[in-house]
């Protein structure tokens, strides 16, 4: 069985700060990782993606995977109140089978930004 | 322009009802997908439909019964309904299995 865990929080952040967001997976050959940010009552939304090691920068945001400890971080710098929503971390394990190659995500960190 | 347009929005039924959910996406993509998200915003995938071939059925009941008449589109039927099915089911596409895009989601209440 495939995992992905995510501490749930919630996380508060005060604004201006940098919030971390933390996930481990289970499946040592995984490929590929991202990041989908949830607004209350709306969809997934991809907001990073990361498939080798180290630091991957788009504008505020920083992923950061390391695959020897199973680890995928997301960095938020200067948090905004509009980042206010829930974080989720999902990856696509090792393999070439249809079932292999699917999406797994955690159960979400939420994350509240305080004005 | 919707991407990936999912409908209804809402769905209100009784016990025992059969209901369906349709998806369209106008990405181009081959493979589309239905997830399940409960109460607790635990996102799981149902299945995963390839060039209109299923590729993902994970251990869903046989209630729930996937069809797509070609690849722009990926429809669920629901028979039977019960309290349990009572969630949020998003429909997805992907243009080679990796990242993919959300539709806005159907809000069903089985009563």
């Known amino acids: 069985q495939k995992e992905v865990e995510q501490n749930s929080g919630p996380l508060s952040v005060p604004e201006g700060a940098i919030a971390s967001l933390n996930c481990t997976y289970s499946?040592?050959?995984?490929?590929?990782f991202f990041w989908y940010r949830q607004y209350s009552g709306k969809s997934p939304e991809l907001i990073m993606f990361?498939?080798?090691?180290g630091d991957k920068e788009d504008g505020r945001f920083t992923a950061q995977l390391n695959k020897a400890s199973q680890y995928v971080s997301l960095l938020i710098r200067d948090s905004q109140p509009s980042d206010s929503a829930t974080y989720l971390c999902?990856?696509?394990?090792?393999?070439?089978?249809?079932?292999?190659?699917?999406?797994?995500f955690g159960s979400g960190t939420q994350l509240t930004v305080l004005p | 322009d919707t991407a990936v347009s999912q409908t209804p929005k809402y769905l209100v039924t009784q016990m025992g009802n059969d209901k369906s959910i349709k998806c369209e996406q106008n990405?181009?993509?081959?493979?589309m997908y239905w997830y399940k998200q409960d109460s607790k915003k635990f996102l799981k995938i149902m299945f995963s439909y390839n060039n209109k071939e299923l590729i993902i059925n994970e251990t869903v009941p046989n209630r729930f019964s996937p069809k797509s008449p070609d690849k722009a589109h990926l429809n669920l039927h629901i028979n039977s309904l019960e309290l349990g099915d009572s969630a949020v089911y998003f429909c997805?596409?992907?243009?080679?299995?990796?990242?993919?895009?959300f539709g806005a989601g159907t809000r069903l209440s089985v009563l």
């Open positions: 999902a990856v696509i394990g090792g393999g070439s089978s249809g079932s292999a190659r699917q999406l797994t």
């Open positions: 499946d040592r050959g995984s490929q590929s």
């Open positions: 990405l181009g993509h081959d493979t």
């Open positions: 990361i498939y080798s090691n």
């Open positions: 997805a596409s992907s243009p080679q299995g990796d990242i993919q895009y």
